[in-house]
């Protein structure tokens, strides 16, 4: 099994930065086989794609709506993927999760990923 506890939400004003971070345990992770990524739900939304990365960290893939302003980066020594979030909006609120799949492409696609953490709640507002 593969674990996944975010970390970092919080409530932040329009225009702010905020990191999210995920810390991947458990027997059948492998860092050398995992995509990572993260998706969002917004109240009374569907859940959408924010950014991934493909298993062997060469592709990275992101959703228009935070293309240059999110970044996802990975620390294989901690088994840790981040998003940091600049220039947030307050469409940016929703509840961010963290997910992993073994072999992946990073797609944007839910169904694909095996792993999901709890989620972390990100509000932004003035």
């Known amino acids: 099994q593969v674990q996944l506890v975010e970390s970092g939400g919080g409530l932040v004003q329009p225009g702010d930065s905020l990191t999210l971070s995920c810390a991947a345990s458990?027997?059948?992770?492998?860092?050398?086989?995992?995509?990572m990524g993260w998706f969002r739900q917004a109240p009374g939304k569907e859940r959408e794609f924010v950014a991934a990365?493909?298993?062997?960290?060469?592709?990275?893939n992101y959703a228009e709506s935070v293309q240059g302003r999110f970044t996802i980066s990975r620390d294989n020594a901690k088994n840790s993927v981040y998003l940091q979030m600049n220039s947030l909006k307050p469409e940016d609120t929703a509840v961010y999760y963290c997910?992993?799949?073994?072999w992946g492409t990073g797609t944007i696609d839910s169904v694909e990923y095996d792993y999901w953490g709890q989620g972390t709640q990100v509000t932004v507002s003035s």
């Open positions: 997910v992993a799949d073994r």
């Open positions: 458990g027997r059948a992770f492998d860092n050398a086989a995992m995509a």
């Open positions: 990365d493909n298993w062997s960290g060469t592709s990275r």
